[in-house]
C-alpha cells in the first residue's frame, strides 16, 4: 500500500497564482485532513472532509478551497497566492476513530514570493 | 494560555541517553493523548497512543500520563541516532471528532553518537 500519496514534493509561486496541492489515499479511510505546519508552529488543520461531497472548515480556512468527488482524493486549492500561505503542507486521512492513528503523506513545501 | 504547551527545544543528547520529552495542557476534557514523531522532510508518524493515567510502554518507549498535573511525558531509553527527529505531542477530548486533535509546536531531538 502507498498510504497517503501528495504531489508535488515542492513548488514556488508567484503571488497572485492559483495551484492545487493533489492527495490521495488508498486505504479507503473516510476521514481525509489538511494541516500546514510553519516552523515553531505546530500543525494546523485547514479544511477536512468525513466522506465523498463532505467537506468542512479547520482552524485556518482563508485563502484555501477543497473538494471530495471521491473517497480516496482530497485536493486542495490556492486562490491567489500570498506570502503567508508560504509553509509545509500535509495531507492525513484515518478512519475517523479518535484511538485510530492520522496516515500523513510526506508534504508538499509551498513557496510564495 | 494555549491549550497544549511543548518546549521546542532543541534537545541534543549522546547516544544511549535516556530522553524526556514533555507536553503540558490547560483542558482537563482531553481525554486520549498521542504521540507523533516527524523524521526530517516526512509526515509525522503515531509512536504511542494511551487513554488513561499511568504509564503504557513499547519497546525502548514510555509514554505516561498525569491528568492531574495536566502533564504527558515521553521517554526513550537507551537512545539512538535513529531516534533523531521532531516529537509532537497531541490530545483530544472524548466528545470530539478525530479533526478536533490539537497538536503541541513539537520538540526536535538529536541523538549524537
Known amino acids: 500500500n502507498a498510504g497517503v500519496t501528495q504531489t508535488p514534493k515542492f513548488r514556488i509561486l508567484k503571488i497572485g497564482q492559483s495551484m492545487t496541492l493533489q492527495c490521495t489515499q488508498d486505504?479507503?479511510?473516510?476521514?481525509m485532513y489538511w494541516y500546514r505546519q510553519d516552523p515553531g508552529m505546530g500543525l494546523k488543520l485547514i479544511y477536512y472532509?468525513?466522506?465523498?461531497?463532505?467537506?468542512d472548515k479547520g482552524e485556518v480556512p482563508n485563502g484555501y478551497n477543497v473538494s471530495r468527488s471521491t473517497t480516496e482524493d482530497f485536493p486542495l486549492r490556492l486562490e491567489l497566492a500570498a506570502p503567508s500561505q508560504t509553509s509545509v503542507y500535509f495531507c492525513?486521512?484515518?478512519?475517523?476513530?479518535?484511538?485510530?492513528?492520522?496516515?500523513f503523506g510526506n508534504g508538499t513545501r509551498l513557496t510564495v514570493t | 494560555q494555549k491549550e497544549v504547551e511543548q518546549d521546542p527545544g532543541p534537545l541534543s543528547v549522546p547516544e544511549g541517553a535516556i530522553v524526556s520529552l514533555n507536553c503540558t495542557y490547560s483542558?482537563?476534557?482531553?481525554?486520549?493523548f498521542m504521540w507523533y514523531r516527524q523524521y526530517s522532510r516526512k509526515g509525522p508518524e503515531l509512536l504511542m497512543y494511551?487513554?488513561?493515567?499511568g504509564n503504557k510502554e513499547d519497546g525502548r518507549f514510555t509514554a505516561q500520563v498525569d491528568k492531574s498535573s495536566k502533564y504527558i511525558s515521553l521517554f526513550i531509553r537507551d537512545s539512538q541516532p535513529s531516534d533523531s527527529a521532531t516529537y509532537l505531542c497531541?490530545?483530544?477530548?472524548?466528545?470530539?471528532?478525530?479533526?478536533?486533535?490539537?497538536f503541541g509546536k513539537g520538540t526536535k531531538l538529536s541523538v549524537i553518537p
Open positions: 486505504m479507503n479511510h473516510n476521514y
Open positions: 497531541a490530545m483530544i477530548y472524548s466528545g470530539a471528532g478525530s479533526y478536533q486533535l490539537t
Open positions: 483542558n482537563s476534557a482531553f481525554q486520549y
Open positions: 472532509s468525513v466522506g465523498a461531497g463532505i467537506t
Open positions: 494511551t487513554y488513561s493515567s
Open positions: 492525513a486521512s484515518s478512519t475517523g476513530q479518535k484511538n485510530s492513528p492520522l496516515h
